[in-house]
C-alpha cells in the first residue's frame, strides 16, 4: 500500500506478474485493465490510476494498478468475528448491488466466496477479481475452498451458465454469515454436490431433461432421492425474511433463481433499500478479449490503454 500524495488518501497498488511473458498472459492482463477500467461503482473495485515505469513501448514490459485501499476481506472478517444481522444485511446489500451493476455490464463473476469480498473500516464492500476467473476445471482442481461456493451448474459443467451462478454464491456467504460456518463443505466435486443436494433436495425430472450432458443425467438418477430441507431448521434463530431470501437464492435450478436485481427488491432489504444506488453499467465491449493477438500487439494495446487512461 502507499499514499496517494494528492489526496492523502490510502491506496493499494498491484504489479502484475510477468505480463508479457507469453500471449495468454498478455491477454489476461489486458482484459484485467479494461474490465477495471470500465467498472465505476462503489461496490466494485475499479481503479484510481495504472502506470508503468518504462518511458516507451519498446521498454515496455510491467505495469501497475493503482486502487482504493480496502484493508480486510470478508473471510478474515468472518474468521474473528460474529456478525450482527444488521451488517449481514448491509453487506449482502452491497453483494448484490455490485453484481447487478457487474451483470448489466454483461460480465459473469464466476469464482465469488469471502477472500474476493474486500472490505474497509465503514462496513464498505467491493467485489474483487470479477470477470477474471475463466479458468479451466483441471487448473481449478486445487482451489477447495473456491469450490464450497460454486454452483452447481459450474461445479459439473452441466450447460452454459448465466448470470446466476453468482447468486448461488451470494447465498452460500449469506448463509456462512449467519450460521458462522460453511453451508456446503464438499471435499471434491462430487461431495460437494451430495452437499448441496443433501439441503436442496434431489432434482425433479424436469431439471434433469434440462441438462446437456448425458454423465450429468445419469450421475443425478443414480442418486438416493433426497427430500428438500427447510431452510429455517438450518437457519434456527435467523430474521425469517433473510430465510426466505436465501431459498430464492440457493435454488438448484438456473433458470429459477432470482437475479440480482429481483433479489435487491425482496422486502429483507426493504429499511436500506435505495434504488438510486442501485445502478446499471454500460455494456462492456468484449471483442478484443475474445482474439488471439500476437504479443506484441496485446503489448501495443495495453500501453496505448495505459496512456488513454483519465483518472477519475
Not at 485493465?33 to 473495485?45: D, Q
Request: net charge neutral; charged share 30%; proline share 5%.
Amino acid at each position: 500500500s502507499a499514499v496517494d500524495g494528492r489526496s492523502g488518501t490510502k491506496v493499494a497498488i498491484k504489479k502484475l506478474y510477468r505480463p508479457f511473458q507469453s500471449e495468454l498472459f498478455a491477454k489476461r492482463a489486458y482484459r484485467e485493465l479494461r474490465l477495471l477500467k470500465h467498472m465505476k461503482h462503489e461496490n466494485v473495485i475499479g481503479i484510481l490510476d495504472v502506470f508503468t515505469p518504462n518511458g516507451t513501448l519498446e521498454k515496455f514490459n510491467d505495469f501497475y494498478l493503482v486502487m482504493p485501499f480496502m484493508g480486510t476481506d470478508l473471510s478474515k472478517i468472518m474468521k474473528h468475528e460474529k456478525l450482527t444481522e444488521d451488517r449481514i444485511q448491509f453487506l449482502v446489500y452491497q453483494m448484490l448491488k455490485g453484481l447487478k451493476y457487474i451483470h448489466s455490464s454483461g460480465i459473469i463473476h464466476r469464482d465469488l466466496k469471502p477472500g474476493n469480498l474486500a472490505v474497509n473500516e465503514d462496513c464498505e464492500l467491493k467485489i474483487l477479481d470479477f470477470g477474471l476467473a475463466r479458468h479451466t476445471d483441471s487448473e481449478m482442481t486445487g482451489y477447495v475452498v473456491t469450490r464450497w461456493y460454486r454452483a452447481p451448474e459450474v461445479i459439473l459443467n452441466w450447460m452454459h451458465y448465466t448470470q446466476t451462478v453468482d447468486i448461488w454464491s451470494v447465498g452460500c456467504i449469506m448463509a456462512e454469515m449467519i450460521t458462522g460456518r460453511p453451508l456446503f463443505k464438499g471435499n471434491d466435486h462430487l461431495d460437494q454436490l451430495t452437499e448441496i443436494m443433501k439441503i436442496t433436495g434431489t432434482p425433479t425430472q424436469d431439471f434433469v431433461q434440462k441438462l446437456q450432458s448425458q454423465d450429468a443425467k445419469n450421475y443425478i438418477k443414480s442418486l438416493p432421492k433426497v427430500q428438500k430441507k427447510d431452510f429455517a431448521s438450518i437457519l434456527k434463530y435467523a430474521n425469517p425474511l433473510a430465510v426466505n431470501l436465501l431459498e430464492k437464492m440457493l435454488v438448484l435450478d438456473a433458470e429459477k433463481r432470482v437475479t440480482a436485481a429481483e433479489a435487491l427488491m425482496h422486502p429483507y432489504f426493504e429499511p436500506i433499500h435505495d434504488p438510486e444506488e442501485e445502478i446499471e453499467a454500460e455494456k462492456y465491449d468484449e471483442t478484443f478479449d475474445n482474439m488471439d493477438l500476437p504479443l506484441d500487439e496485446w503489448k501495443r494495446i495495453t500501453y496505448k490503454e495505459i496512456l488513454n487512461f483519465k483518472p477519475p
